[in-house]
Each structure stands twice: as C-alpha cells, then as structure tokens.
C-alpha cells in the first residue's frame, strides 16, 4: 500500500513507468484518480492537499528536486507520466533510436519552432517556462501552438522538465506561480543514458511490462503509449 511518497518512489521503481494520474487510456497509474473516490476516504493519499508526503500533485517535482532516478514529463499521449532510470533507455530506443535532434529537424519531424525551443534549452542548459515564452516571442494567440511544440518534444525525449523556478520582475521581486523548469534529456541524465538496445526488442520489453502491470490492456492503446 502506497501511504506516502517514499512508498511512492519504491513501487514506481518496480513498475518502471506510470501515468502520471488518471488511467484513461487503460494503460497503468500507480496513483489514479480513484484514490479520491468515497470509499477510500479513509487512505492517507489525497490530491492538491499541499501536504508532500501525501499529496501525489507535490510529488512530480519532488522526484525531479529530490532523486536522480525518475523523470517526469508529458511522455505518454501527450499528457504526464513518469520513467525510471532503468526503463528510460528502452523508451529513448523506441522513440529516437540513433537519431539526433538534427536527424528529426532535417527530415521535417519537427518544426521551426521546435528547432528554436531546443536549441534554447540546449545552448542555456536549463530554462524556465516563461523565459522560454520570452525567448520565443511568444504571445497569448500563438501560446497554444508554443504548448504542442513543447509537448512534442517531451514525447519525443528530447527535453524534460528537472524542477520549477520563482518568476522574478524587473524590479526583482517574486510574484506568480513558480515556474517550470525545462533542459534536455542528456542533461537530465547524464552521458551514458543510451544503451544498445534495438527499437524491436525495447518495443517488446516495454510491451512485456505493460501486461504485468495490466493484463486488460489493449494493444492499439499500448502501441501508442509506446510509441508516442
């Protein structure tokens, strides 16, 4: 029974990937949104508490504050999830291969825009959400577009999210929501992150994990889970 976040982070690290709430899509959630459902009023785990022990929205920046064995991002149908160390390699292979940011740029799997976003990142190391929108020019009528972007990029493992920071003015005061903070995967992780392991047998592997994790699952929603 997960009653608190070291639980948390000690399942997750046997399951090796988990959406990062609801299980819509059927796949797996160590934490569902069912843990608010009445007849589990009695479970310490409740959502948008505040409380970090207990409250599993804290919890996607702690394991990116407090641990260096477990990513969050939007991984997985374009919305959170998280991936372990151990299982990260298998979804780079799956989802890059041996291809760069370049090989993608040039073939025309990513946009101008995307190119703009990365080369950010890359070139600063990490950088905050609204810095990011700054950089790019970014306004409120090509705010959404700028969020797909971003989105793609995290799908496709090239950058992650790796904390928050405060919005500071001009003047230097802190004002806001705190921010979060975007660099890419090989800063998240470090040099020796890729393997050699083939697309074919990461695909069966990560496929293999899924049905223990869930047995009902369907294969048209675990080939995108994987996938994309």
Same mark, same amino acid.
């Given at each position: 029974?997960?009653?608190?976040?070291?639980?948390?982070?000690?399942?997750?690290?046997?399951?090796?990937?988990?959406?990062?709430?609801g299980?819509?899509?059927?796949?797996?959630?160590?934490i569902?949104?069912?843990?608010q459902?009445?007849?589990?009023a009695?479970?310490?785990?409740?959502?948008?508490?505040?409380?970090?022990?207990?409250?599993?929205w804290?919890?996607?920046?702690?394991?990116?504050?407090?641990?260096?064995?477990?990513?969050?991002?939007?991984v997985?149908?374009?919305?959170?999830?998280?991936?372990?160390?151990e299982?990260?390699p298998?979804?780079?292979?799956?989802?890059?291969? =041996?291809?760069?940011?370049? %090989?993608?740029?040039?073939?025309g799997?990513?946009?101008?825009?995307?190119?703009? $976003?990365y @080369?950010? /990142?890359?070139?600063?190391?990490?950088?905050?959400?609204h810095?990011?929108?700054?950089?790019c020019?970014?306004t409120?009528?090509?705010?959404?577009?700028?969020?797909?972007?971003?989105?793609?990029?995290?799908r496709n493992?090239?950058?992650?999210?790796?904390g928050?920071a405060?919005?500071?003015?001009?003047?230097?005061?802190?004002?806001?929501w705190?921010s979060?903070?975007f660099?890419?995967v090989? =800063?998240?992780?470090?040099? %020796?992150?890729r393997?050699?392991?083939?697309?074919?047998?990461?695909?069966?592997? $990560?496929? @293999?994990? /899924?049905?223990?994790?869930?047995p009902?699952?369907?294969?048209?929603?675990?080939k995108k889970?994987?996938?994309?």
């Open positions: 029974m997960i009653r608190n976040f070291a639980d948390f982070c000690e399942e997750l690290q046997q399951c090796g990937f988990s959406m990062g709430g299980n819509a899509k059927g796949i797996f959630a160590l569902d949104y069912d843990w459902a009445p007849e589990n009695t479970m310490p785990i409740k959502w948008h508490t505040g409380d970090p022990e207990t409250d599993p804290q919890w996607r920046i702690r394991v990116l504050t407090e641990r260096k064995d477990i990513a969050y991002a939007k997985f149908f374009g919305t959170s999830g998280y991936i372990t160390r299982w990260y298998y979804f780079l292979a799956v989802r890059r291969g =041996e291809r760069e940011f370049e %090989d993608f740029y040039e073939t799997k990513v946009s101008v825009l995307e190119k703009d $976003i @080369e950010l /990142i890359r070139t600063n190391g990490k950088v905050p959400l810095l990011l929108k700054q950089d020019g970014i409120k009528e090509t705010s959404g577009k700028f969020d797909r972007v971003l989105t793609n990029l995290q493992l090239f950058v992650t999210m790796c928050t405060p919005r500071v003015s001009k003047n230097g005061e802190v004002y806001g705190d979060t903070v660099c890419t090989e =800063e998240f992780w470090g040099a %020796d992150l393997q050699d392991i083939s697309m074919e047998k990461a695909y069966v592997r $990560i496929r @293999e994990q /899924i049905f223990k994790l869930n009902q699952a369907e294969e048209k929603n675990i889970f994987i996938l994309d």
